[in-house]
């Protein structure tokens, strides 16, 4: 069919207009960068996932930093976690990357691979910085393949929280230390008041997914674990994993110690309305806990029966690829006075988390009292970061120890069997 | 410009344009109808261009390449469609989204449309109950998505709470289970666009000439043979709309699945768009992740053509 004349040029007009219209998006177009300036202070742009109960503390914080000196102005972009990958690798192929975001560290080596985030070895080779003073824990979680990529923001232990008034209506007044203790524990702590095989309270909440890895120190103190120490071979098929997960399941699903297969939130939710007596969790909860009305106790998490770790995790500041030398080096002047020891005193008080420094005294720290238990020295010392560095760390996670532990806790097949089907996957993985 | 002759024979100076205007071209009906629907439908199909059908072509093309949004896509020929065939996590997803289609699509339907003919009988309230039906389809899918994971939560839900006091206790929750997370992500499905299928079906029931349900009335037949004689096939045209409609929305599901069980447990609720976004998203592989979405693309080219074949034999006129 021959068109005529008008809806030709009908047909031209709209073509015409796509092709510009993808003209313009494609074309490097001069837009202004906010932070490109030649007199004033650089301004930077932070995107960070702290959109907590620790905003308040970090946006304080990042103010106070604008207020101390006139080079660095710092613009801080509140993110919520499940979106902030999203964005900064959007943002970063947009070539509009805020000039710092956080990751979390279990996350790092994704980015590195990616070509996400810039190497900051210069950042730790300027003794300035006094990054000499931080915990090995934080800075190895910005680090991969020995090189630096990021400069901790945060680092935290995981304790036992626990409730106090359900310990004393049990009859029980400490915690357990070991697991053998809270296999005697847990049924007292475990109420079904109405018989009908559904809890009302449970020992413990054991979050599975999308939570802080609350089972992985119960690996690890059965000397399992999903990984190995090096982050080059799947550790699901190991004995001590074997050996964990049967004791850990048997606890849940026989003796419902705790709801199965619980998110990380279910799992605060079930702590906080005080229809759980423990909670391995990290110290953002227990202010919230105390607001609750739970009368608090953090203890140092029970030991299995091959040695004591700690979970630990850390998040760093980060510098996207695409970002400037100016402003990258005007970032370290703001990770340099975040990580100074003034400055990781009143974040310690603020959030409750552990100074990212050695030499911060816990005299300095008292006026919160979760910052000094949850960095106590023999809790460090056993601190290990969870999948710090490891390649594919967060999709071993999600891609074959979640599944797998749903699984086990949904009783679909024997224990074994299941953990080599998610050896391999989580091998794959980390072969990949 | 050119002479012309005026009416007493005089010559008369003829701009070009008052030529035209003179003799102007007549045009088919077929072009000029075809002209103003190009121009009525131009800004709709510029905006179509834009945003559907170039990142389309674009993802096709991204879909034989290697791609992680930060380095340029590495051109891999057939790899991720080769990976596509291998990869059982892909056959799950699959599987699971016919499943969700199929229920979600014939229960949507025969649903909306009994609602529907409740709905167009008269009886007290009747307006808030149509309002409280459509409610539902107004409200954002993530919020309806987290309020149901409220309710329904083993220890802190309400609606897990009441079942548990009428002797329907859910044990560890419907959300955390392997047999009863996907009927609950279907049936949040079906009740969020419950009430839009349902205006559609009061639609093609109020265009039903009376004098139909009258005749039937006469030779005998009473309101359920009414129903299922005269009301179900004079709806078909209405059918094939939701049909087509539920079947494309419930094929690209993945808003309440993100939401409420994150394709667990165990992948026992992922779906194609999930495991799209998880590809992409999560792993960074956008090559693999356009793959997928062209099979989706193929999935319901295929589901609608067979639905319109199916419906249009059964077309109704009245």
């Known amino acids: ?432 | 410009m050119a002479t012309s002759q005026g009416a007493k024979g005089e010559p008369v100076l003829v701009l070009g344009w008052q030529r035209k205007r003179c003799h102007p071209r007549r045009l088919s009906p077929k072009t000029s109808r075809l002209r103003a629907s190009l121009l009525f439908l131009s800004p709709a199909l510029l905006a179509l261009a834009i945003f559907s059908v170039w990142p389309m072509i674009r993802a096709l093309y991204l879909s034989f390449t290697e791609y992680n949004i930060i380095r340029p896509p590495r051109w891999t020929g057939l790899d991720n469609y080769r990976q596509m065939i291998a990869d059982s996590q892909l056959h799950n997803a699959v599987v699971n989204t016919l499943v969700y289609a199929a229920v979600g699509t014939v229960g949507v339907v025969v649903m909306s449309m009994g609602l529907a003919a409740i709905l167009n009988t008269k009886f007290p309230l009747r307006s808030l109950v149509r309002t409280a039906v459509f409610l539902p389809y107004i409200t954002s899918l993530s919020i309806v998505a987290i309020a149901w994971s409220f309710l329904l939560n083993p220890e802190i839900g309400l609606l897990s709470h009441w079942l548990n006091e009428v002797g329907f206790g859910t044990g560890q929750g419907v959300l955390r289970s392997p047999q009863l997370a996907m009927p609950a992500v279907i049936a949040v499905g079906i009740w969020k666009n419950l009430g839009f299928y349902t205006v559609i079906y009061l639609a093609g029931l109020q265009s039903i000439p009376r004098e139909l349900y009258e005749a039937a009335s006469v030779d005998g037949a009473g309101p359920i043979r009414r129903f299922f004689k005269l009301t179900v096939p004079l709806l078909n045209n209405q059918t094939l709309l939701v049909a087509v409609m539920a079947t494309i929305t419930n094929v690209q599901v993945f808003d309440q699945v993100y939401v409420m069980t994150q394709g667990g447990p165990f992948f026992k609720t992922d779906t194609i768009v999930n495991l799209i976004y998880r590809s992409g998203f999560t792993k960074l592989d956008f090559g693999y992740a356009s793959a997928i979405s062209w099979l989706l693309v193929a999935i319901l080219g295929v589901l609608a053509a067979v639905q319109m074949i199916y419906f249009r034999r059964r077309a109704v006129r009245y």
């Not at chain 1, 047909?11 to 030649?38: F, H, K, M, N």
């Not at chain 1, 619980?262 to 110290?283: N, Q, R, Y």
């Not at chain 1, 370290?332 to 100074?355: E, I, L, S």
Request: aromatic content about 8%; hydrophobic content about 45%.
């Open chain 1, 1 to 432: 069919m021959k068109l005529s004349t008008t809806p030709r040029i009908a047909a031209a007009i709209c073509v015409g207009a796509l092709a510009l219209t993808s003209v313009a998006a494609c074309s490097a177009s001069p837009t202004e960068d906010p932070g490109q300036q030649t007199d004033g202070p650089v301004k930077l742009e932070y995107m960070s996932f702290f959109t907590g109960s620790d905003q308040p503390v970090v946006e304080a914080l990042v103010a106070e930093f604008n207020a101390s000196q006139d080079e660095v102005e710092v613009e801080f972009l509140p993110t919520p976690g499940d979106v902030i990958d999203q964005k900064i690798m959007q943002s970063i192929a947009g070539g509009d990357a805020p000039d710092i975001v956080s990751v979390d560290s279990m996350d790092l080596a994704k980015y590195v691979e990616a070509g996400a985030v810039q190497a900051i070895d210069d950042y730790y080779s300027d003794p300035a910085n006094e990054t000499a003073a931080l915990t090995t824990a934080a800075v190895g979680g910005g680090s991969y393949d020995a090189v630096h990529y990021g400069a901790p923001i945060s680092f935290f232990t995981a304790m036992l929280l626990w409730n106090k008034g359900l310990f004393e209506a049990a009859g029980l007044d400490a915690p357990p230390t070991t697991w053998e203790e809270f296999d005697q524990m847990a049924p007292k702590l475990t109420v079904d008041e109405n018989g009908d095989g559904v809890p009302e309270q449970y020992a413990i909440a054991l979050g599975a997914k999308e939570t802080l890895a609350m089972y992985q120190p119960l690996l690890w103190n059965a000397g399992g674990g999903l990984v190995s120490l090096d982050g080059k071979t799947a550790t699901l098929t190991d004995p001590g994993t074997i050996d964990a997960i049967t004791f850990w399941a048997d606890q849940v699903v026989n003796k419902k110690v705790s709801p199965a297969g619980m998110t990380g939130a279910d799992a605060d939710a079930l702590f906080l309305s005080g229809k759980a007596a423990m909670e391995m969790i990290g110290p953002w909860a227990a202010p919230a806990a105390v607001d609750a009305g739970i009368d608090l106790g953090v203890a140092e998490p029970f030991t299995g029966p091959s040695e004591r770790v700690t979970l630990a995790g850390a998040t760093q500041f980060c510098v996207p690829t695409g970002v400037e030398e100016s402003h990258r080096l005007a970032a370290y002047k703001f990770f340099a006075w975040w990580n100074a020891h003034d400055t990781q005193a009143k974040w310690a008080v603020g959030a409750g988390f552990p100074p990212n420094r050695t030499d911060v005294e816990a005299s300095e720290i008292s006026d919160n009292p979760y910052p000094a238990l949850f960095g106590a020295p023999s809790v460090m010392s056993t601190a290990r970061v969870y999948m710090a560095g490891v390649h594919n760390g967060s999709l071993v996670t999600e891609e074959a120890w979640v599944p797998a532990l749903e699984r086990i806790l949904n009783q679909d097949g024997e224990i074994e069997e299941i953990l080599a089907e998610a050896n391999q996957t989580a091998q794959s993985l980390l072969d990949n």
